[in-house]
């Protein structure tokens, strides 16, 4: 699995980087869409990241239910 995951990797930045010239004309609407998943795909990562974190945090830290103080509400 790692092997397929870092030639997919390998190939798409090939594939990315390594193209002669397009010719293309990338008007105000598409430089503003990559803008946006530019910014969507930050956030998601920072999302995802953090909730790893937490989660890693309180498996440190011992703690079962992090999120959770007791069954009747948290008294």
Same mark, same amino acid.
């Given at each position: *699995? !790692?092997?397929?995951?870092? &030639? ?5 930045? /090939?594939?990315?980087? *390594?193209?002669?010239?397009? &010719?293309a ?7 503003? *869409?990559?803008?946006?998943g ?13 909730? /790893?974190?937490? !989660? ?20």
């Amino acid at each position: *699995m !790692r092997k397929i995951a870092s &030639f997919t990797g390998l190939s798409s930045a /090939y594939f990315l980087l *390594m193209n002669g010239s397009a &010719f293309a004309y990338l008007d105000p609407g598409t430089g503003s *869409m990559i803008l946006q998943g530019i910014i969507g795909g930050a956030l998601t990562v920072s999302v995802v990241v953090s909730g /790893y974190y937490y !989660r890693l945090k309180g498996w440190l830290s011992g703690r079962k239910n992090a999120g959770q103080d007791s069954k009747d509400g948290g008294e």
